[in-house]
């Protein structure tokens, strides 16, 4: 066992992914993309195969690829992914296969830093027990750690950090020609956002990376001093993208951002999210764009004008409020109080159908019993319908690192377990309501086990929520992935839906939901 210094002194000890948390609906972990790539068609159009016996011959060695943390680091490994294949390089889904592996990693908190130093080790072992040539750490461990990562860690052999995405292929020649200890950390330009990818989510959904960085500065985050300020990108850069995903066949398109509310602000003097969508939906015949990310008091009226009258833009947002608590909100140098927080709940509930989705930080340095019951009662008024819950993570560099009155480990896990235990009862209520009613569910394929097709409506957003199953009657016609299905949920099975196909399958959807009755327009 490695002795615990180095990085792990610097508190990387967490267990398991950045982005996996207790769901309020689901109770289904948001999904880190922890994969050595199963790949899609891409912007390109390309798709890699596991290597045949031939291709092992080839004088290029085999990459495998490890995507670890959220989906805008998801997108980084694609657009490595893409500068790998373009120079050549077979891609390997199978890491006992690969020659070299890249692995992409989160640092966010303390668990996302101890799964990609367990990641590194797991793939070490091929070193000794297999022919695995050279291993190359890029992301934020390396962005936050720097070269001390292959001293702590001997068995890295490069390391890039967050601006240098398009300096793998140097880092893969450079491991090719026998050079261990290469390392980049450039800064992240606009040139590092752009770029062409190679799409690993299911061909029917992609995430469109719009800004990196952040000038929030939370007390408790680390994102600005890894990711920088606020960078967006360009309107027509993201139009083009867009466009290119369209051609592919996306179906459902997923802005995300550090800050997605505040995209533009840099470039135009102002948030320009809502003429952002207008152009993608004018560009583009994607009909379903998803929005996550979205801080409360940036929830303009336009944005709220634009989820009532847009029919593309899903009546779904991500709203991360982290507490209820003035005093709490004050120290974790939040935007906005809980008044802001409530109204912008509020304003948002005017829209048909809105799904709320939240998480909450418990065990803030400070955070007191009564910082506690506020919340509870907080979160009973404003009735998320999907929430995470994380327990406070120290995290060096941050403001909230040095505070007084930090709390007791476990009595944050408690008061985390506190919350979900109300939320999961809230939960349990919300999904009675939605029998009788009907969804269009993009299917996602057929569950063997259960004999039924399964796929999501827009409640749910991709690799973070529930899903939908159901069966398709005598006579109808199968739904193929990536098709619209009318769906009437008839069960509740735990956080998940069940249901039947009322109507044949459809390219594009001809309604979103329907409550209490099968969709007659379908």
Known sequence: MRKQQGIYI?????????????????MKQEQAQNQTTSLHAGVTGVTPKKATAKECKTEKPRIGFISLGCPKNQVDTERMLYDVMQAGYPITPEESEADIVIINTCAFIQQAQKEAIDNILDVAWLKEHGHLRGIIVTGCLPQRYGEEVMKELPEVDAVLGVGSVHQIVPAIRALEAGQKGYARFDEMTPETLCGDRVITTPTEVAYLKISEGCDNRCAYCVIPSLRGKLQSRPMEELVEEAQGLDRLGVKEL???????TVWGRDLYGESRLVALIEEICAHTQIPWIRLLYCYPDKITDELVQAFRTNPRLLPYIDLPVQHLSDRILRAMHRKGDSEVIR??????????????????????PGETEEDVQILL?????????RLGVFPYSREEGTPAYDMPDQVDEQVKQDRADL??????????????TLVGNTYAVLCEGFDVPSGMFFGRSYRDAYDIDGKMYFTCGKGQLRPQEGQFVPVKVTQVLDYDLIGESVGAPTSVPTMLFEEGSAADDV
């Open 419 to 432: 919350v979900m235990g109300e939320q999961l009862l809230r939960c349990e209520e919300e999904n009675q």
């Open 10 to 26: 610097k508190q990387a000890i967490r267990t398991t992914n950045e982005t996996k948390q207790q769901d309020g609906v689901c």
């Open 377 to 385: 009662r907080g979160a009973q008024a404003l009735r998320f319908d």
């Open 254 to 260: 997923v802005l995300v951002a550090q800050d997605t």
């Open 343 to 364: 109204d912008a709940v509020h304003r948002l509930r005017t829209v048909k159908g809105m799904v709320i989705r939240s998480t909450f930080i418990t065990g803030f």
